[in-house]
């Protein structure tokens, strides 16, 4: 009997991972166990719904889930539906690639108030994920502030500023459309704690701030560096490209259009202002000390109704599997948890990296899975046959593949024309689909 491995998580690092394990361990099965009916992780709820020509990797991914030695058993969970010791039991390798998904907590008053929102649920909401579907975000006044000088606040702030005719080809949920549409937005703030070196912007997405049909860019250009300075040529490369960008964006006319973003550098959110509802932000000046944003003392506030903060995720625990709470994500070293079990992609090194650096760190650990299986003698665990038997006693009836082309078929024929697809965003709309209900099932 051939070797047996199950994958937790079917995005971008799980697929990578099992891609290269079903390729290169002969007579193996590769089992995907994903939470959600549908594939992809990020790729489909994460990604900016105007950045389609990222997701095109789910073609390769397809191609992954559609090989002889590779099943997808969607909607099942660890730890409600199989549990954690249970899958250790029955395979020679499980490998947990989980990603991030909890947003981190700022950790100020007010941060609780209505009208506050992490970027995790925030983006997952106007992506159709069915765990913030019912979100509801209020976008009552002119201005909003965006928390973070990364990547997702400026997927963030694009999806805020462009108009319908902007977001008529992306695959932007209708619920989601419904509100941001109606928004009668004039200022958004990009908020960073520190200067425009220590920002994580990538320039190409920086750069398309610069392009939008409604609304202009604005930065002081006293908090612009002269000069990007390091010792790797390709970071320094990357910051100079922003520095250009943010000189270019000072020379803006805030007149200029109807909506001004407001990218406010050296200001960290000190507290959030409101008693029933969001009303406005406190943030403190910082001067910059050997790159750490030192406090000034001196603070000033923002007329906001809304706050969405973009400021990093966590990983989710699973009963068994070891976890570091304090950081919010797997333990362990290299990829390594405990004999036969392993950790890739975000919810092992924490939630940094576009796609391929992803595909870098499944790599990595596909191989320490390799060299691991490699010495032991051929499997004599169950795997796929103790899953189909513990889910069966449970009445789980998994998502497979062929059932998500159903819902993506069904997805891509009900969209408006020009738009690739108009996801459903419940479970259970998923499920009825496919002619099923949902089951609630619980693991031993
Ligand atoms: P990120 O790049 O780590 O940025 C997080 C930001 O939050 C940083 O600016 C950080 O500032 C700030 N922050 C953290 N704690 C804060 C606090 N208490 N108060 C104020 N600011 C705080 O993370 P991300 O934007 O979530 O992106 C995650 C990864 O996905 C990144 O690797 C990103 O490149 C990638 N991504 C890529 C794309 C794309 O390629 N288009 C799109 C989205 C995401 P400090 O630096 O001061 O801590």
């Not at 039991?89 to 209505?114: H, K, M, N, S, W």
Request: charged share 25%; hydrophobic share 40%.
């Amino acid at each position: 009997m051939g070797k047996s491995v199950a994958v937790i998580g079917a995005g971008p690092a799980g697929l990578y991972l099992a891609e290269v394990l079903a390729k290169k361990l002969a007579g193996v099965q590769v089992d995907i166990i994903e939470r959600l009916p549908t594939p992809f992780g990020l790729v489909r709820g994460g990604v900016a719904p105007d950045h389609q020509g990222t997701k095109n990797i789910v073609r390769q991914f397809e191609r992954t889930l559609q090989r002889d030695n590779v099943r997808f058993h969607g909607n099942v969970e660890v730890g409600r539906d199989v549990s954690y010791l249970e899958l250790k039991q029955a395979y020679d390798a499980v490998v947990f690639a989980t990603g991030a998904l909890r947003d981190r907590r700022l950790g100020i008053p007010g941060e609780t108030l209505p009208g506050v929102y992490g970027s995790g649920a925030f983006v997952g909401w106007y992506n159709g994920l069915p765990d913030f579907r019912d979100l509801a975000p209020e976008l009552p006044g002119s201005a909003v502030a965006i928390i973070g000088n990364g990547n997702v606040a400026l997927d963030l702030v694009r999806i805020l500023a462009k108009s319908e005719a902007e977001l008529a080809s992306s695959d932007l949920c209708a619920h989601a459309r419904a509100v941001l549409f109606s928004a009668r937005l004039t200022d958004i703030y990009l908020i960073g704690r520190r200067g425009p070196l220590e920002a994580t912007f990538t320039p190409e997405s920086l750069a398309e701030l610069g392009a939008l049909g409604r609304a202009v860019p604005l930065v002081d250009s006293a908090r612009i560096p002269a000069a990007a300075a390091g010792p790797d040529p390709k970071e320094q490369k990357i910051k100079e490209q922003n520095l250009e960008l943010l000189r270019g964006f000072a020379a803006n006319r805030p007149e200029a259009k109807p909506l001004r973003i407001h990218l406010l550098f050296q200001a960290a959110p000190v507290s959030v202002l409101g008693t029933e509802r969001v009303e406005g932000l406190r943030l403190e000046h910082t001067r910059l000390e050997g790159g750490r944003g030192e406090p000034t003392g001196e603070t000033f506030e923002l007329p906001v109704s809304t706050v969405i903060t973009a400021i990093g995720y966590r990983s989710t625990a699973i009963p068994g599997l070891p976890f570091d709470e304090r950081q919010g994500r797997v333990v362990s070293t290299g990829g390594r948890v405990e004999p036969g079990v392993y950790a890739t992609g975000w919810c092992r090194r924490g939630p940094q990296g576009v796609i391929p650096a992803n595909r870098a760190d499944a790599l990595g650990v596909a191989e320490r899975v390799l060299e691991d299986l490699d010495g032991q003698p051929a499997g004599d665990r169950p795997g796929r046959q103790a899953l189909e038997r513990l889910l069966a006693e449970r009445g789980v009836e998994p998502v497979s593949f062929a059932d998500w082309q159903t819902i993506s078929a069904a997805e891509s024929g009900r969209a408006e024309p020009g738009r690739p697809r108009e996801k459903y965003t419940r479970v259970e709309e998923m499920l009825a689909l496919l002619g099923r209900e949902r089951t609630s099932a619980r693991a031993g």
